[in-house]
């Protein structure tokens, strides 16, 4: 696990966790959020169980470059990674992207998600992305609050027993992060 002591972080809010681009080719960052998310935040995620990261997810999630695969890492104070928030544009609508949020367990419903969201979305809006798709599992509560949170307008594609998807337009004003 991450070894993120819940004593040691009671002080930090959400507005304390750093916000950087992750480097091209960086796993540091996303192997840490992946040991600090438990099976259950594993599933919610990669929308099936995931006891690990193969060499091929690995290279999916860290291959960046800043303007068609874009991923932001939420980092303690100390530098611990605790969150990455990432979208990867979409190959026939250069418009949209597809995106993808994960907090580490012990720092989930304190903002976290929301500020990486906001500030994927301040990115997005510099590389032309003017709306993000999700999807996810009907029963990820946390995602589908995240979306409401992130600012602009959620709708609908597609639903059925499982899955869920939504587009969600990013404003065209910047807010702030």
Same mark, same amino acid.
């Given at each position: ?5 819940? @004593? ?6 959400? &507005? ?9 080719? $960086? ?35 860290? @291959?960046?470059? &800043? ?26 609508? #250069?418009?949209?992207?597809?995106? #993808?949020? #994960? ?13 990486? /969201? ?5 990115? /997005?809006? $510099? ?13 990820? @509560? ?6 409401? @949170? ?28």
């Amino acid at each position: 696990m991450l070894g993120v002591d819940s @004593h040691s972080t009671s002080a930090l809010t959400a &507005g304390s966790v750093r916000i950087r681009p992750l480097v091209d080719g $960086e796993s540091g960052p996303v192997l840490a959020v992946f040991e600090g998310l438990g099976a259950r935040s594993r599933e919610l995620r990669f929308m099936s169980p995931k006891p690990r990261l193969s060499s091929t997810d690995l290279c999916h999630l860290t @291959h960046v470059d &800043g303007m068609d695969r874009v991923a932001l890492v939420a980092e303690l104070p100390d530098g611990r990674p605790i969150g990455i928030a990432r979208f990867v544009r979409h190959a026939c609508d #250069a418009t949209a992207a597809d995106v #993808a949020v #994960a907090v580490v367990d012990a720092w989930q419903r304190r903002g976290v998600g929301t500020r990486l /969201a906001k500030a994927l979305g301040a990115w /997005a809006r $510099e590389v032309a992305v003017r709306r993000f798709t999700v999807d996810m599992r009907q029963d990820n @509560h946390g995602a589908a609050r995240l979306m409401r @949170h992130a600012g602009g307008r959620v709708r609908p594609v597609g639903v059925d027993a499982f899955s869920a998807e939504y587009e969600v337009e990013i404003d065209v004003a910047p807010v702030a992060i």
